[in-house]
């Protein structure tokens, strides 16, 4: 299987330069490649050195609350009394996202020395790579490419050659979106339910086992080699727009697209040239309706927004969304979006974890409405009903899977409003939805 | 003992000091402001998902839950003073009665029932759920034991799945299934038969989980509850025993933190089966002939005082560790002219049952409540010693002692027996004067746990017909005796008792209270010899 396309020129290619190059799947093509020089030069450094060199390049939680990666390491205690866990997310769950999956695939080898890296500033001797369940293909070859770096002395007792000593291990998931959720994961890798946990205690006190844990995503860690081999001031550098958001982020187009794929940006490239120029526009004949920027969980941006958005932290705020994960949806003008909400609804009310009441019953209530509306049972009051139920189910529990079901369906009544009021009021013809 | 750091907060207007690390929902209630809540539960770890309990902190960015956020110095706490938390303890309200059925008239919990009780308070008169969407249902289901589990009102509140967990150590409970799908499972191979189960019930703030033992018996309005001492082992369970008219329908633990915390065992709760027994003595029984028959509480105290005044040489006391402080002393005083052998027998159950998560909480092997009490006031567990003194015996006064096992013509030799019992056992037939008593659920007086605390107990129904507390038949029996004036209330009871015996030097029945006391230090009452 090769990679689906070759870079754009107007892509930064860093993480995925090796993409479609089966070569850095192996621990010596990955050598060939300049990797684990970066791991090299971390071992012999002090673990706050690397805190501070990550800090300094501005590199921010690519998951999708965007937290600065170095600030987070730092939270970790300094005097090391108990064990410290680092934990790799690769629950990559969120509808629309799929380039940490591509990271696995192609360059195993430079997410194991992040992984690595990161441990060694943060004072941890074993990571837990958590990987979602359904990606059988990236789990084989990430198993692979482990033995190997153990085979080859790049983990273990002494990795490099160096007094440090890191374990890695791969967790398989089991299928449950909320497992992505930090610390649902760690009760996941428990072997507990995965459940959100309520915070604090935050994870860099009382993580995984009770222990001190840093938790990061699949495309943090596996930028920070490149921060340390090209330096912090290189990546703070590769910015457009907002000096706050730095470095490159692959960017998942799917959707109504011409060329659905990963695209690795600089922060701060138009979200129109990405659409237009680098994914080739819309399906002939079509035109753009709506974007859902940062995988299923943000609110829906209108053309004009989606137009005028810059691609970075900030950008998206300013257009009322959130960058969040990079897993960016396309509707053109055949989509429904009444249509499309109750269907990212059905996600929510399936996989929320039952704990809080507002997610597990609002969830649920939201679809039914949904559903109602579309089959031309909707009246009057039910937008304003979806409305305050999505108020209620905004910022008061534990985890954001309540807040994620709400943000696009609001949204997207604010911003469509017409097209939910056509099946409300007739002018459209009723849709079957299969309940 | 460190003292504590303490941090004033701010709840609603009312400025209180509470330890550091206070949660906001335990200071509130310090403050007298009850914030609502579901998950939340003293006694179990906290899981903080029903979010019920929301409250707005001035200065933080959005609502936080009072039961797991800790009071901060100088905050101020809006609980019914914030409309955006009155606001989101209405939706929660709402999103629970989605699927909650509206079967109150059939419910079990109704009348105390903590979705019921908060809906009344605040919540929203009509629900915007459309009647054509559909309910969850799930069929009632056995959870074995003596509950049965109604998933259709099931609020997921967990707290049965961390008890079991948590508090019992034998986790045969999970939440099954996501989003509104959702029900509390139970291991495949198991049934919830754990001896301490039955706390479940009581922690279940719906109907969902419920009693067989008392389904559908009555309604909870109508339960009078009275505080009392739990009579199944030496434990000394804080209880509340609940009566509908005159009869003890259900034993609820009441909580005490020193003893049981908020939990009772099931056999504990069962012992409210005995209080309605059918069989017990309802009148003071004389031997005319050799037949026992009824006659007037004159006629039988004054039998019974003739007798003991006829009587000279040895007597016997056989008495029951079930029986209270006070009559157990009032015996002794009867018989304080004589050379007394005093014994009771204890039965013993191999195995403690512990409560994992509280320590110092079992069902102890000695099944009586009163056992250290007895043995405080100067009897003894030689009791086949005792009963080998019958024989001979001038006199025999027998305390409620249900003779266990023992021949019928036991009592033969003895030359006068008095039998003072709730019932009346064959071995006691041979008794020549029979005075009926009330048992611990009929009358007032006090109990000496396992742990040497002194613990009361007080009416919670009327004894049969002419049934009286022991207190009272016996202290008649020494007035008739002229050893003492009549007393009117176990307390005078209690008092002489605290006067006359070390163990319960310095007590009273304010000093106890419905706490419980130990006696003054240097004196543990009633500690095992």
């Known amino acids: 299987m090769g990679y689906p396309h070759r870079p754009h020129s107007r892509e930064t290619v860093v993480l995925s330069e090796h993409f479609g190059n089966p070569e850095a799947r192996s621990y010596d093509g990955w050598v060939g490649m300049g990797g684990y020089q970066a791991l090299e030069k971390a071992v012999g450094m002090d673990p706050q050195t690397v805190i501070d060199e990550v800090k300094a390049s501005g590199l921010r939680g690519r998951g999708g609350a965007g937290f600065p990666a170095g600030v987070k390491w730092d939270f970790m205690p300094k005097e090391k009394s108990r064990p410290h866990y680092l934990c790799c997310n690769a629950d990559e769950s969120e509808p629309g996202t799929f380039k940490d999956r591509e990271i696995m695939r192609w360059t195993p080898h430079g997410l194991i020395e992040g992984c690595a890296i990161a441990a060694h500033a943060i004072r941890a001797e074993t990571v837990y790579i958590y990987i979602r369940g359904e990606f059988t293909e990236a789990i084989a070859i990430m198993e692979r490419a482990l033995a190997e770096a153990y085979d080859r002395g790049a983990l273990g007792e002494r990795v490099l050659g160096s007094g440090v000593g890191i374990d890695m291990y791969v967790h398989r998931g089991a299928g449950a979106y909320i497992c992505g959720e930090e610390t649902a994961l760690m009760n996941s890798i428990e072997g507990k339910r995965g459940n959100p946990r309520i915070r604090p205690p935050f994870p860099a006190a009382v993580g995984v086992f009770g222990m001190p844990t840093t938790i990061n995503n699949v495309e943090t860690l596996a930028s920070v080699p490149h921060i340390l081999n090209r330096g912090a001031k290189w990546y703070k550098e590769l910015c457009l727009s907002s000096p706050k958001s730095s470095g490159t982020k692959l960017m998942s187009v799917c959707g109504h697209i011409a060329k659905p794929g990963n695209y690795e940006i600089t922060m701060g490239f138009p979200m129109k040239d990405l659409i237009y120029d680098l994914c080739g526009g819309m399906r002939p004949e079509r035109t753009l309706k709506a974007v859902i920027p940062g995988g299923s969980s943000v609110p829906v941006l209108n053309r004009e927004e989606a137009e005028s958005c810059v691609l970075d932290y900030e950008g998206c705020v300013q257009q009322g969304t959130m960058l969040g994960s990079g897993g960016m949806i396309v509707f053109d003008d055949s989509a429904d979006m009444v249509y499309q909400m109750m269907r990212i609804a059905r996600f929510y009310a399936h996989e929320s974890c039952a704990q809080c009441t507002q997610c597990r019953e609002g969830t649920g209530w939201t679809v039914r409405i949904l559903q109602r509306i579309l089959a031309g049972e909707g009246t009057a009051t039910d937008l304003d009903l979806l409305l305050d139920i999505g108020e209620q189910m905004t910022g008061k529990t534990i985890c954001v899977l309540s807040d994620s079901c709400a943000a696009p369906v609001g949204s997207a009544i604010h911003k469509f409003r017409g097209e939910f009021e056509a099946y409300i009021n007739g002018a459209r013809q009723p849709v079957a939805v299969a309940v | ?529």
């Open chain 2, 1 to 529: 003992m460190k003292e504590q750091q303490l941090v004033s907060v701010t709840i609603d207007g009312i400025e209180i000091s509470v330890p550091k690390g206070t949660m906001i929902l335990e200071a509130a209630k310090q403050a007298g402001v009850l914030i609502p809540h579901y998950c939340y539960h003293p006694g179990l770890p906290i899981a903080g998902v029903c979010r019920m309990c929301l409250v707005e902190i001035e200065g933080a960015p959005k609502l936080q839950i009072g039961c797991a956020t800790r009071v901060a110095d100088g905050q101020k706490v809006l609980v019914n003073e914030s409309e955006e938390a009155k606001r989101a303890r209405q939706g929660v309200l709402e999103f629970l009665l989605i699927h909650h059925p509206l079967d109150c008239p059939i419910c079990d919990q109704a009348g105390e029932c903590e979705l019921q009780d908060y809906v009344f308070q605040e919540g929203q008169s009509r629900t915007r759920y459309s009647p054509h969407f559909a309910k969850r249902f799930n069929p009632v289901e056995d959870f074995g034991g003596d509950i049965l589990y109604v998933p259709n009102r099931c609020i997921l509140c967990t707290r049965c799945v961390r008890f079991m967990d948590h508090v019992a150590d034998d986790g045969i409970l999970n939440v099954s299934e996501r989003g509104d799908r959702a029900y509390i499972g139970m291991h495949p191979d198991r049934e919830l038969d754990h001896p301490w189960s039955g706390n479940v019930v009581d922690l279940c703030p719906v109907g969902s989980l419920i009693s067989k033992e008392f389904l559908h018996k009555a309604r909870a309005w109508e339960l009078d509850k009275t505080p009392s001492v739990c009579t199944g082992c030496s434990q000394g369970c804080n209880v509340n025993l609940e009566t509908r008219g005159n009869q003890v329908v259900r034993i609820k633990p009441r909580p005490n933190l020193d003893v049981n915390r908020y939990f009772m065992c099931d056999h504990g709760r069962l012992t409210y089966r005995a209080m309605s027994r059918g069989d017990r003595l309802e009148a003071p029984l004389v031997a005319d002939r050799g037949e026992l028959g009824a006659v007037d509480w004159d006629q039988a105290l004054s039998r019974a005082a003739a007798a003991i005044q006829g009587a000279e040489g040895r007597a016997v006391a056989l008495v029951s560790p079930g029986c209270s402080n006070e009559a157990l002393y009032l015996v002794r005083r009867l018989l304080s002219s004589f050379e007394m052998v005093g014994a009771f027998s204890v039965q013993r159950v191999e195995g403690e049952v512990p409560l994992a998560g509280v320590p110092g909480l079992a069902l102890r092997e000695e099944r009586a409540p009163n056992a250290a009490g007895a043995r405080a006031l100067g009897f003894d567990t030689t009791y086949d010693t005792a009963v080998a003194a019958v024989n001979g015996a001038a006199l025999v006064v027998l305390l409620d002692d249900a003779l266990e096992g023992r021949e019928l013509d036991m009592l033969a030799g003895a030359r006068t027996v008095i039998y003072v019992g709730t019932t009346l056992p064959d071995a006691a037939r041979t008794a020549h004067i029979v005075l009926p008593v009330a048992t611990a659920a009929e009358e007032e007086g006090t109990f000496v746990n396992r742990d040497g605390r002194v613990q009361r107990y007080f009416q919670a129904k009327s004894g049969p017909a002419m049934a009286r507390p022991a207190w009272w038949v016996l202290s008649e029996l020494l007035h008739e005796l002229e050893m003492g004036d009549p007393l009117t209330a176990a307390e005078e009871a209690f008092e002489q008792l605290a006067a006359d015996e070390p163990a319960f030097t310095g007590l009273s029945y304010a000093t106890i209270g419905l706490r419980g006391a130990r006696a003054r230090k240097g004196q543990a009452a009633g500690a095992e010899r």
